[in-house]
């Protein structure tokens, strides 16, 4: 664990004509990367946003192979900004120290949990100094730190116009002078100038920030894995790497667990702006991964998620989904029209759109039920609604469906049913109030 002490605790004045933080280009060594300038002029010259995660930095020799991936792209004329995680597991050993701390309060918890980030940012400058490379860490400390923060310490989310603002101000004018800024990820700093961390994972949030702002070609984001893959390689042998993904996919596999990219971070995402997954083992920033298209998806979305009203049709039996033939038949006649179906082991629940051939369908089922050795009895409910309230780590956010059971059983407005996926919950009300249940669950949403 490598944690930096010598800290100035009171801010530094910004200075854009002599860069503070700067580590002088070293002179004498390393000449491959200084840009080519017969390449500059015969092409225009990109922005890559590059972050390195913790598992890409956790040793000498893998911050040495991170560094030489930004000087190659340096030397063909790019211009970059690095963001970078803490090293190997230094913030699980500084979070594992201050849970032991006797009441140590969500300020200082983070002031200390920063500490892996504003050390990686040096070292990681110092290893591109090494090469030839003028380049400046920002640090939280600065008065021209860029990424300002809420109050929620732990889980701080970015202020997005006012963050924009200070990287264009502060950030931009770094990289038109030709230094490369590293700026640590995962930290920010509230307006009153206490340090805050934006929850594990931050630095994408970061590093999409930085793209949006400086309008970047490109983010790629250094991990420990190939890209994203069609399933958990630990699970599945034959898993392989997803050539690219749109954001709307990429949330539920997101939603999974699976650490390549921060949840939070996608509302962050510019729709022009593309990302892409690497391995770090690769060496190389311009390596093959999984490249991540469109974006960003709502914080918060409530809509009424069919045109027409929905019937819920209960199917009950004796184990039901051990019966694969009895679910291949009452498939096959709701398969026009199905909209969400949830069950148990000696029921399912079938939410299928009031179109025309709705009366046919239910006899059908009645039929395939009553006819089964398993079925029992169906019973319908019509004239409901369906509402999908959709949000980004909504499902990491505790009390989302408290709120909305809440604030509709206040306006005596019935719920039939909840169900849960990804990032959105459906919930079924009364058709008629359909738009009064919509109001006041966007208004509870909004309001917490």
Known sequence: MVIFTGIDPL????????????????????????PNRALRAGQRRRLIIAKFGGSSLSNGKKINLAAESVAREYSKGNRLVVVVSAVGKTTDEL???????????????????????????????????????????????????????????????????VSIQRIRKHVKPVVEDGIIPVVGGFIGRTRDGRISTLGRGGSDTTALLLATALEADEVVLVTSAQGILTGDPN???????????DMKALVGIADSGTKFIHRKALRYKDPAINIRVISSAAGRLDAKGTQITGGPLPELEVKIHNPDPVASITLVGRDLPQNPELIRKVTRIIRTNLVAISQDSD?????????????????????????????????IRMGMSLITVKGVGSEETPGVVARISDVLRSSNINIFGVLTITSSVLVLVDWKLRKQAGGLIRTSLENS
């Not at 801010?11 to 200084?34: D, F, G, I």
């Not at 504003?118 to 730190?145: E, V």
């Not at 629940?349 to 709705?358: A, E, H, K, M």
């Open 11 to 34: 801010p530094r004045p910004s200075s854009r004509s002599k860069h503070q933080n700067q580590t002088p280009a070293c002179t004498t060594t390393e000449l491959e990367h200084r």
């Open 95 to 161: 979070l594992e120290l201050t849970d032991h701390g006797a009441r140590i309060v969500e300020t200082d918890r983070d002031d200390i949990l920063a500490m892996g980030e504003r050390t990686s940012a040096r070292i990681f400058a110092a290893s591109l100094k090494s090469r030839g490379i003028q380049a400046r860490y920002f640090d939280p400390s600065d008065r021209d730190w860029p990424i300002i923060t809420d109050h929620d310490f732990s889980n701080a989310n970015p202020m997005r116009s």
């Open 235 to 245: 699970l599945i042998g034959n898993a392989h790497v997803l050539r690219s993904i």
């Open 347 to 379: 029921s399912a629940i079938l939410y299928l759109s009031q179109t025309p051939s709705l009366p046919r369908q239910i006899s059908r089922l009645h039929d395939v039920i009553s006819r089964d050795p398993h079925g029992l009895a169906l019973a």
